[in-house]
């Protein structure tokens, strides 16, 4: 007879954790309720309160921002734990300690010390534990297990209700807020500030990008109420000056006790540089004190920034860059920076979308960049069909100018092959680009075909 119950026998690999977690609610299923993940967390002996967080919300920009806070914190000799949603490419992105994903040994480490507890919750809840919140709980217990100095967290969905808000973060940070995930949150950007200022927790010091005045009314709301401080892109903290660069942009940027000149950041478009002014800005109300940070340290660290995925550049002839653009507000970043830092001529698009999002208006936004669009598909059921997505495309670009390959696979072939004959375009050989975008998932995916081709 087994030691353990079929449903309590610690998992071996790493594809055992995968497909235990998958088999709990989907991520997309948002409650508005705490009370399971307060219970686990508290079975679990509460790990998410023995370090101190910095949590990130906002409509895009989070896991950036997040990876740059978490890279200058290191480079002040922090250790550190990072959680950020949804991956590229494995679950282990999800939890990173001192800089690297855990391991596939360590994630399913993670997933064994918590487990015991998953199933005593499951029985006292009206309904199991979720996928989301049980990684949640793997992360804020594997911060606590290293244990780290400081934990940098982004929510899911939202704010009030997501299970990461089971911590009370120093710091909230706030990228810009838009409409997204509409279904779950509101239809107005207002309605979806007032579930995302819920991260904002008595005493806390609240980072915030430019936002929309009633987007900013509730955030001053919501600080009023609960006695924290506030500090404002643009008033208290922001970008200087930025230049484009080879392989990324110099700037200068004006934090909330200094200024920091002659940063290089290796990522394109102004959004990171407003990226950068808020990671910047909370790492310093993070430490606290009067004293600025060391020059040095702030150059170097930003100079180490990676966001895959981010316009990220992952192949050459032609040239194949990668973004997880998945609404209209992050395609406008996405086509200003196409605009600020590359010159393709042609640029063909590989898009894949979830059906449940604005595919219409992220289109819409696409269109003056892209020659071409290739309309696909991943791998979830979430994935809208490429043939429903190309009739929705067909009305914005035209009949002439968009193609159907339902695989990935064979979408980017197709639009690497168009890309290389720029003459079909009236542009010249040898200057043209793929850009795939659409979904987290796509690009996540594409990456791993692409990269694996070239023996990544």
């Not at 087994?2 to 954790?17: D, H, K, L, M, N």
């Not at 940070?173 to 500030?193: F, K, M, N, S, W």
Request: glycine share 8%; charged share 20%; aromatic share 6%.
């Amino acid at each position: 007879m087994s030691e353990f119950p079929e449903e309590a026998r610690p998992a071996e690999t790493y594809a055992e954790v995968e497909d235990a977690l998958l088999s709990r609610w989907p991520e997309s299923r948002l409650v508005p309720t705490l009370d399971r993940i307060e219970l686990f967390t508290e079975l679990l002996g509460e790990p998410q309160r023995s370090y101190p967080v910095v949590q990130l919300t906002g409509t895009n920009g989070k896991t950036s921002t997040a990876r740059m806070i978490e890279t200058l914190l290191r480079g002040l000799g922090l250790r550190t734990g990072r959680f950020t949603s949804p991956h590229l490419e494995s679950m282990t992105e999800r939890i990173v300690v001192d800089g690297e994903p855990l391991s596939d040994e360590d994630f399913v480490r993670a997933f064994n010390d918590v487990a015991p507890y998953t199933h005593l919750v499951d029985a006292d809840s009206d309904h199991p534990l979720s996928f989301f919140e049980t990684v949640v709980g793997m992360a804020y217990a594997a911060f606590a297990d290293a244990p780290v100095d400081a934990a940098v967290v982004e929510v899911g969905m939202g704010g009030t209700w997501d299970a990461t808000n089971v911590a009370d973060a120093a710091v909230a940070v706030l990228t810009p807020i838009a409409v997204d995930h509409a279904q779950y949150l509101g239809e107005t950007a207002a309605e979806i500030a007032r579930e995302k200022v819920g991260i904002i927790k008595p005493g806390a010091t609240v980072v915030t990008a430019v936002q929309d005045a009633d987007v900013a009314t509730q955030i001053v709301q919501r600080c009023a109420e609960v006695g924290a401080t506030v500090a404002r892109e643009g008033l208290e903290f922001g970008v200087r000056s930025r230049v484009p660069a080879v392989g990324g942009q110099l700037v200068s940027l004006q934090g909330l006790r200094a200024t920091y000149d002659e940063i290089f950041i290796p990522l394109y478009g102004a959004h990171q540089a407003q990226n950068a002014a808020l990671a910047l800005a909370a790492v310093e109300a993070f430490v606290g004190g009067d004293d600025p940070l060391d020059a040095e340290v702030v150059q170097q660290a930003f100079a180490e920034v990676t966001s895959p995925g981010r316009l990220e550049i992952v192949r050459r002839s032609p040239t194949i860059v990668l973004d997880a653009a998945h609404n209209p507000h992050g395609a406008t970043a996405l086509v200003e920076a196409l605009e600020d830092s590359f010159t393709f001529s042609p640029l063909v698009g590989v898009v894949g979308v979830m059906a449940d999002k604005d595919y219409e208006g992220l289109l819409a936004t696409l269109e003056p960049v892209l020659a071409h669009v290739v309309c696909t598909r991943n791998s979830t059921d979430r994935a809208m069909p490429a043939e429903a997505l190309a009739e929705v495309a067909r009305g914005i670009f035209g009949q002439d100018r968009v193609s159907v390959a339902p695989h990935l696979v064979d979408a980017i072939d197709q639009a690497s092959t168009l890309a290389e004959a720029g003459g079909v375009f009236g542009e010249g050989l040898g200057s043209g680009g793929v850009l795939v975008t659409g979904s987290v998932v796509t690009v996540g995916e594409a990456r791993a075909l692409i990269l694996r081709g070239q023996g990544s």
